[in-house]
């Protein structure tokens, strides 16, 4: 047996074709959507994610500012720059660049982004709505997981599915998201005790442990949907998730690769997140949007 790969690139292209239609569409009615990125200081990683940001924007349709800040700024200038941008009328998303420097209380500067604007969906007020189920805007790498597990054809409803891992980025938005959807749902940690004895249970298993291989095959229900979100970089430089690719491989139903899997869904869904926010830009201000 050898599992089903879950392509990443080409579930996200698809669903940048269909954000480019609504962002068209958009600027056809005088509405042009747009995104700011806000990085502090020279991290090289978190420079590399901010111009795929703004490349994978503007083969959207929508239009980018990036704002950067250096890196011995202090909490004022972050956040008075935040509020210049919650006021810009022509500013439908931001998006605040992590992990910030150390003198940067994350917290306070993701709540201070208009809840509105949070495209992220990182503020508390929106995680709120997904903790009561009416949800606003789906942080991007949790709702990018769903989709991915939309094109296996699994009923989630009644499947167990085990989440490994509890940041508020992924872990458990996307456990919440499972539990709306119906599964059963065991979150999973550094502290939990026979972590093997969760995994081996889960029909559907999402690794967000920020571990190398932390996940080996013999931990893997046979036929179980591996999500893995996990992008660590080995001591020769290769790019390798939390999950023995290999070894689960063999034994698992569906799986994505690490790269090509994740990584493409979280842009793709960023996007879309800018473009619903236009769309309720729009429909405040009275503008029609055709059905």
């Not at 809840?115 to 929106?126: C, I």
């Not at 606003?136 to 094109?151: H, S």
């Not at 291989?213 to 390798?240: F, H, P, S, W, Y």
């Amino acid at each position: 047996m050898s599992a089903h790969i879950i392509d990443g690139k080409q579930i996200a292209q698809r669903l940048r074709g269909e954000w480019k239609q609504r962002a068209d569409r958009l600027n056809a009615l005088g509405v042009s959507p747009g995104l700011a990125v806000v990085i502090v200081g020279d991290d090289p990683a978190s420079q590399v994610y901010v111009r795929n940001k703004i490349k994978a924007c503007r083969e959207a349709g929508i239009r980018s500012e990036e704002h950067a800040l250096p890196g011995d700024s202090g909490l004022a200038a972050v956040l008075a720059l935040i509020d210049r941008l919650n006021a810009d009328a022509g500013i439908h998303g931001i998006l605040v660049q992590l992990p910030l420097p150390a003198q940067l209380a994350p917290a306070a500067v993701i709540e201070r982004i208009s809840p509105d604007k949070d495209v992220d969906g990182l503020h508390p007020r929106n995680l709120g709505s997904l903790l009561a189920g009416q949800p606003r805007f789906v942080p991007c790498t949790p709702a990018g997981i769903m989709e991915l597990l939309k094109t296996t054809g699994l009923e989630l409803r009644g499947l167990e599915a085990v989440v490994v891992g509890r940041s508020n980025i992924v872990g458990k938005p996307v456990a919440l998201l499972l539990l709306q959807a119906g599964a059963t749902v065991t979150l999973c940690h550094s502290q939990t005790r026979e972590l093997a004895h969760h995994t081996r249970r889960a029909d559907v298993l999402v690794c967000a442990l920020g571990k190398a291989q932390a996940i080996g095959g013999e931990m893997i229900k046979a036929g179980a949907a591996v999500i893995d979100v996990g992008i660590n970089r080995t001591a020769e430089g290769k790019l390798t998730g939390d999950v023995d690719y290999g070894a689960a491989l063999a034994r698992a139903g569906w799986i994505t690769p690490v790269p090509g899997g994740v990584g493409p869904m979280t842009i793709a869904m960023l996007l879309g997140n800018t473009i619903l926010s236009a769309e309720r830009h729009a429909a405040a201000l009275g503008i029609q949007l055709d059905s």
